[in-house]
Nanobody, 129 residues
Framework: QVQLVESGGGLVQAGGSLRLSCAASGLTFSGYSMGWFRQAPGKEREFVSAISWWSGDSTYYADSVKGRFTISRDNAKNMVYLQMNSLKPEDTAVYYC?????????????????????WGQGTQVTVSS
């Protein structure tokens, strides 16, 4: 069966960095676009970033993380990463990776949760001030 397993979360001070990883199995990884979402306490889950299938040469970012976060993928390892720099307390959330079997070529569509078929269990990121 398909599994997405996130790792790399933890506690970091504001201004620090973390790299999240997501290991995928049970699917033809290169044929899926991948996304990162997050959910802060008391808030709805929100889109963070997405990367296109195959070569991963297209990416989208939420305005709140643009310029600070970088998404990447390694198809040989079935991994997707989220490098998070200049972290802020408002980045505190559970971070989820997700897989979609299309690349919509539209940031409006790609940020919608319903476009993603598979989800990981999440990893906690806490940024202290």
């Amino acid at each position: 069966q398909v599994q997405l397993v996130e790792s790399g979360g933890g506690l970091v001070q504001a201004g620090g960095s973390l790299r999240l990883s997501c290991a995928a199995s049970g699917l033809t990884f290169s044929g899926y676009s991948m996304g990162w979402f997050r959910q802060a306490p008391g808030k709805e889950r929100e889109f963070v970033s997405a990367i296109s299938w195959w070569s991963g040469d297209s990416t989208y970012y939420a305005d709140s993380v643009k310029g600070r976060f970088t998404i990447s993928r390694d198809n040989a390892k079935n991994m997707v990463y989220l490098q998070m720099n200049s972290l802020k307390p408002e980045d505190t959330a559970v971070y989820y990776c997700a897989a979609a079997n299309l690349w919509y070529g539209s940031s409006v569509y790609q940020r919608e949760e319903r476009r993603y078929t598979y989800w990981g269990q999440g990893t906690q990121v806490t940024v202290s001030s």
